[in-house]
């Protein structure tokens, strides 16, 4: 019983994980007090401001009011030059007299735990912010972006009509970068949204045959600035799917923009699909003949900011491509994967499954 324990051995048992004990009102009020660094007795609303209407309540299970009442306060104080968070649960039961109610106080160390919280609220304020940030780049970039593109159409269609070929390659030039600025802010904001749990998927019945169609057309110019071409593989009597199209459009669009940057001029790329053996899901494949990815370097491409270590050829871009994948590849109920060959190319793959993902909206 703690109640017999003199105070002074008090620091030595209160980093204990639990400390329990029965304890009486003023019994209680002993415990506490040297735990909250007094010296002299304090009353118990003094040292926990829970617990100041602790006598009203005593009275109120004596007039039979109440069966019973429990608090469940934090203390947080500093023992041996640290901060220390202790869960004081005390719970009151009904008496014949105010003086001889019981109280059981639960003592226990959750200084790690509330460490980490605090910890947590830090980091999602840190996120908060950095979404901010990010939200407001992306409205003062993409406004003037837009208007520089709607320009650059317009110098494009003036060369094109005027036959000044250097001027229209200058401005060919000039649009893939703006292009890409905007591509790379609208990444950034997708992986801000997602990681903070704000970006939700439209699900809709969908022919991935169609949309795989459609993503090749999308995505031809891309590839074709780099003398390469798209080549679809995928059956028409593929069972339909529920997905976010624009979300697995956005997927498709990385790997293909991936595998573009890392295959060399005059080189196919090739996009399959196939119904998986139990026929729960569809797998997808972007199939490249590039330079091939270092075994070792495989398990980390999907991470974020991740990029393979180049000797040559430095490649543009902010890294989120593939994290971006994933995340939306996950969201989906779907895995992601990659088969490598340096020398030879790569095959990413990922899987769609036939059925809407619970967790999706």
């Known amino acids: 019983m703690l109640d017999e324990t003199p105070h002074a051995q008090l620091p030595d048992l209160l980093p204990a994980r ?13 415990l506490l007090t040297p735990l909250s660094g007094h010296t002299a007795a304090v009353s118990l609303g003094a040292l926990i401001p829970e617990f100041g209407a602790l006598e009203t309540i005593v009275a109120a299970l004596h ?3 109440i069966e019973a009442y429990t608090l469940e306060p934090i203390l947080r104080v500093h023992t041996n030059g640290e ?32 460490r980490l919280g605090e910890q947590l609220k830090a980091l999602q304020q840190q996120v908060q912010q950095y979404q901010a940030m990010i939200d407001m780049v992306s409205h003062d970039l993409n406004s003037p972006l ?53 970006l939700r998927l439209h699900l809709r019945t969908v022919n991935p045959a169609a949309l795989l169609r459609r993503a090749i057309q999308e995505n031809h110019m ?3 600035r780099r003398q390469q071409w798209l080549h679809l593989d995928a059956p028409d009597e593929l069972p339909a ?16 923009s991936n595998a573009s940057k890392y295959s060399p001029h005059h080189s196919p790329i090739t996009v399959r699909a196939a119904l998986e053996p139990d026929r729960s899901a569809v797998r997808i494949s972007v199939v490249d003949r590039g330079r091939g990815i270092e075994a070792a370097q ?33 969201m989906h109920g779907g895995r992601i994967w990659c088969d490598s060959i340096v020398g030879q190319g790569s095959n990413f793959h990922f899987t769609l499954p036939i059925s809407a993902h619970p967790s999706a909206d």
């Not at 639990?18 to 002993?30: K, N, S, W, Y």
């Not at 008496?95 to 639960?106: L, W």
């Not at 250097?166 to 401005?171: D, I, K, R």
């Open 18 to 30: 639990l400390v329990r004990a029965t304890l009486h009102f003023d019994q209680a009020q002993r």
């Open 63 to 65: 007039n039979a009011e």
């Open 83 to 114: 901060q220390r968070a202790y869960r004081v649960r005390l719970q009151l039961t009904r008496s014949r007299a105010p003086a001889e109610s019981v109280h059981t106080v639960d003592i226990e160390d959750i200084s790690e735990v509330y």
């Open 146 to 198: 837009a208007t520089l593109q709607g320009y650059l159409e317009l110098m494009t269609t003036d060369a094109q009509r005027f036959g000044n070929a250097t001027l229209l390659e200058h401005l060919t030039v000039v649009q893939g970068c703006v292009e890409r600025i905007m591509f790379t802010v609208g990444e950034m904001y997708d992986v801000v949204a997602m990681e903070a749990g704000q």
């Open 222 to 224: 891309l590839v074709e």
């Open 241 to 256: 799917m529920t997905c976010d199209d624009l979300r697995v459009l956005q997927i498709l669009q990385n790997l293909i």
């Open 298 to 330: 495989v398990p980390f491409i999907f991470e974020r900011s991740f990029r393979a270590h180049e000797t040559s050829h430095p490649i543009k871009g902010a890294g989120l491509g593939l994290y971006l994948a994933r995340l939306l590849v996950e």
